[in-house]
């Protein structure tokens, strides 16, 4: 078992879910392959899918929803699979 | 003088935010720049005589919070707004909620933005003035029995259309009775979560259409147009590359076109600058209004060159209580003028958007060449609004000659530190379809889409 970040190459504004009325992609504690997405980077009002890049288990989101995110930022960690 | 006018605060950003200070500096009206939390190194902030944080960088926080522009208002003693484009430039309940205020909203009337904003409603005012509209359903639809019921009468292929919506969004397209039974359910779903409001109609959709649209001014009695534009060259619904006056109209069609803009206009006692967009079948001649921006729009610069006069500043004149003071023939149509937007996008990679830190910075100068820009070396371009980073906009005698200032101007700026679209638009000044003018609202994108195979070939 090890940690893993999710960092965002993109800076913008990081969303949890797809729409304001959608439920969150994945909550904290949930096990995801490497390819689910984990919410949303909008940068100038286009939006790119962020994946977990690993698989694993969601250990915790260290950036709210709606937060503003700068590249490198970490997203969330994971423990690997 | 504008007595009405005692500070101007600007509910917006970017370029137009910078624009709107150069007006007010113009008319001796002092300023405060309303911004978020990011946008605090912006020109704006720092052209403005006042800066007030509105909140966060996100915009529901701060470009979109009434609540926190109106304590601006109260906070400065501004007692007018000016909402530039987008945000809450065609907001009804902003205007009101300005209006309460006690405050000057630099636009038409709540109930102006209302009704034009409603575009079912705007169709029933336009027909009424005797201005030609699209064939479309009677009024909102609610099911699809209606729906093909209507489409036989508006014929195909169709759009059907959000009546809540705007900026291109919450359109879709129906060749048949059985795409329309299977789009329609979608569109309704569509406007209900994007605006809250699940009502469409129909709308018949002219494959080879120019997109031409009439700059007007009113005072609330009187109106004049300023000629027209065509901003047929779009990606995605969104505008790239716009002129006036339209290569593809002769005089008695424009004439015809915008005395038609104008009956509209004071059909509707409009107070303040606006725009009625239309589309214009090259096949028939003929054209048809689609829907009407309350507001400033992006492209403005190219009407004034060609008119001499300074749409913002009329703008703010009428917001503060003077009549118009034009005539109609007051005003010439000077020569041809053309914009080019640089947005923040990597054409090579799809249009990905491309913020970044304004390295080397050079903007053409000379002769009919103008720059409307908030970018200077050592901004940092946020992320979180939309891409355009500046218009470059040129006059001519004519359209040879501005094409000539215009393949001039996009090489003499640099911009680096970030993609832009100004590679784009070398290209584009390059092809033979626009110089011959021969384009319609699908000519942009087919153009890249073979510009992107070719590329890999």
Sequence with gaps: MAQHPVITPLPGTFYRKATPDSPNYVEAG???????????????????????????????????????????????????? | ???????????????????????????????????SEADVDSLAALLADEVHILGPARADKSYLNVEALLGALKATGAN?????????????????AVLAAGAIFVGPSPETIRRMGDKAEARRTAQAAGVPVVPGSPGELFDVESALKAAESVGFPLLIKASAGGGGRGIRLAENPQQ?????????????????????????????????????LGDGTHAVHLFERECSLQRRRQKIFEEAPSPALDAQQREALCASAV????????????????????????????????????????????????????????????????????IRLNGAALQMRLNAEDPARDFFPSPGLVQALNWPQGEGVRVDSHLYEGYRVPPYYDSLLAKLIVHGRDRNEALARARWAVEQTTLTGMASTLSLHGELLEQPWLHSADFHTGTLETWLAERRSGGEA
Excluded: W
């Design chain 2, 180 to 216: 329309l039974s299977e789009e329609f359910p979608r569109s309704q779903r569509e406007a209900q979560a994007a605006f809250g409001n699940g009502a469409v109609y129909l709308e018949r959709f002219i494959g080879k259409a120019r997109h031409i649209e009439v700059q007007v």
């Design chain 2, 80 to 96: 007018a707004v000016h909402p530039g484009y987008g945000f809450l430039s065609e907001n009804a309940e902003f205007a009101e």
């Design chain 2, 263 to 330: 009956r509209l206009t004071e059909a509707l006692g409009y107070q303040g600058a606006g725009t009625l967009e239309y589309l214009y079948d090259d096949a028939t001649g003929e054209f048809f209004f689609i829907e009407m921006n309350t507001r400033i729009q992006v492209e403005h610069p190219v009407s004034e060159l060609v008119t001499g006069i300074d749409l913002v500043q009329a703008m703010l004149r009428i917001a503060g209580g003077e009549p118009l003071g034009l005539q109609q023939s007051d």
């Design chain 1, 30 to 81: 949930a096990e995801v392959s490497a390819d689910t997405v984990i919410g949303l980077i909008e940068v100038m009002k286009q939006f790119s899918e962020l994946t977990a890049g690993v698989a694993g288990r969601l250990d915790a989101f260290l950036v709210e929803d709606g937060d503003p995110v700068e590249p490198g930022q970490v997203i969330a960690t994971l423990e690997d699979a």
């Design chain 2, 1 to 35: 003088m504008t007595q009405g006018i005692g500070k101007l605060l600007i509910a917006n950003r970017g370029e137009i935010a910078v624009r709107i200070i150069r007006a007010a500096k113009a008319l001796g009206i002092p300023t405060v720049a309303a911004c």
